[in-house]
């Protein structure tokens, strides 16, 4: 069974930087694509950013591109998130979350497509 854990969320001031991290066990982790979605207060979780497996294609939510860069190390199992220039807009819990198709090669944004998900940090940015 996989398990992803998030860390590294908090709060900060509207143009600065933060970045999250999901730590990922109990799977063969290199096979799969992982991805970042928020969910903010009332609304529909959001699809943020992705990254394929092998690191080749990453994709982001219009929202965030060219502020938000995924990546990620499979030697350590870990999936990263560095957030800069953030926004009130930017407010949510972040969830990190794993394909549930091995070796995809391209990023999916459909939640549907994600197999496990990390429990959340919320990351607050104050205007």
């Known amino acids: 069974q996989a398990q992803l854990v998030e860390s590294g969320g908090g709060l900060v001031q509207a143009g600065g930087s933060l970045s999250v991290s999901c730590l990922a066990s109990g799977r063969t982790f290199s096979r799969y694509a992982m991805g970042w979605f928020r969910q903010a207060p009332g609304k529909e979780r959001e699809f943020v950013a992705g990254i394929t497996w092998n690191g080749a294609m990453t994709y982001y939510a219009d929202s965030v591109k060219g502020r938000f860069t995924i990546s990620r190390d499979n030697a350590k199992n870990t999936v990263y998130l560095q957030m800069n220039s953030l926004k009130a807009a930017d407010t949510a819990v972040y969830y990190c979350?794993?394909?549930?198709?091995?070796?995809?090669?391209?990023?999916?944004?459909?939640?549907?497509?994600?197999?496990?998900w990390g429990q959340g940090t919320q990351v607050t940015v104050s205007s």
């Open positions: 979350a794993a394909d549930r198709r091995p070796l995809r090669e391209v990023v999916t944004t459909r939640a549907y497509d994600y197999e496990y």
